[in-house]
């Protein structure tokens, strides 16, 4: 989790044949079933479907797999609930979990357990869940794209921050323009887009010392590994 930006580690994780693509394949599936079962089937009129799916392809899922998963899922579909568990790890630092489950017992064990075994403590609602921000972010691949006009094209759209950083332009705005944004963008040929998602960003961060966050990143390996959690966010710098 240190040395690069999660954007920036996307943009290097692109392509990849590891052993955890299809797990990932299979959390940006929930992603879109639980959006088809929360709004229109239609991605134009539901944001959360329009943004899963951008998500699953930015993810280079296949446009028929995706196409074939709306229309099964649009006549049957698993029933997935969504919870998030609030923690902290060894050293203090804030955990927020974001889970999709079918079987809630066996997801608050699993959770609790990554916690425990590595000497973190699982909190109560609301004791992590305010240290953090809901912000809409665009990450671009950074093909010389000018900064000045990116900025220029989105001063009405809510734009709240600009970064340049691993070669990768991270753009922060607030969700409800995230899609008018990406638009814009695209409209002014301006589309290498890494990713394009809903996410939590932490109001102030903490600073770990290399041991702490070996630590750290221990617990939020073994918590992105588990078939259940959607999103791990922490508040460490």
């Known amino acids: 989790m240190s040395g690069h930006s999660k954007w920036a580690n996307i943009k290097h994780r692109k392509g990849s044949q590891d052993q955890k693509r299809g797990m ?18 239609d991605p ?9 799916i951008e998500k699953a392809k930015s993810q280079n899922v296949p446009n028929d797999n995706i196409k074939k998963l709306i229309e099964r899922q649009s006549k049957e579909g698993k029933i997935f609930e969504e919870i998030t568990y609030e923690g902290y790890d060894p050293s203090g630092i ?3 979990v974001e889970c999709l489950s079918d079987n809630l ?3 608050t064990a699993n959770v609790k357990a990554i916690f425990t075994k590595n000497n973190g403590n699982l909190g109560t609602k609301g004791s992590v869940a305010y240290l953090f921000e809901t ?14 006009k990116i900025m220029e094209l989105l001063i009405d759209s809510g734009l709240e921050n600009i970064e340049n950083e691993d070669d990768v332009i991270i753009l922060q705005l607030s969700p409800s323009n995230l899609l008018k944004a990406k638009k814009i963008l695209e409209d002014n040929n301006i589309n290498n887009f890494i990713t394009t998602e809903v ?6 961060k903490t600073k770990l010392t290399p041991e702490k966050h070996k630590k750290l990143d221990r617990i939020l390996n073994l918590l992105e590994d588990n078939e259940d959690v959607q999103n791990v966010f922490n508040n460490a710098e």
């Not at 990932?24 to 079962?37: M, Y």
């Not at 134009?44 to 899963?52: E, I």
């Not at 912000?135 to 000045?148: C, F, P, Q, R, V």
């Open 44 to 52: 134009d009129n539901n944001p959360r479907l329009r943004l899963a």
């Open 105 to 107: 017992n066996r997801t």
């Open 199 to 204: 996410t939590k960003i932490p109001i102030q």
């Open 135 to 148: 912000k809409g972010i665009i990450a671009l691949e950074n093909t010389n794209y000018s900064e000045d």
């Open 24 to 41: 990932l394949f299979q959390k940006l599936s929930k992603e879109i079933i639980v959006a088809l079962k929360s709004g229109d089937k």
């Open 94 to 96: 804030a955990i927020l």
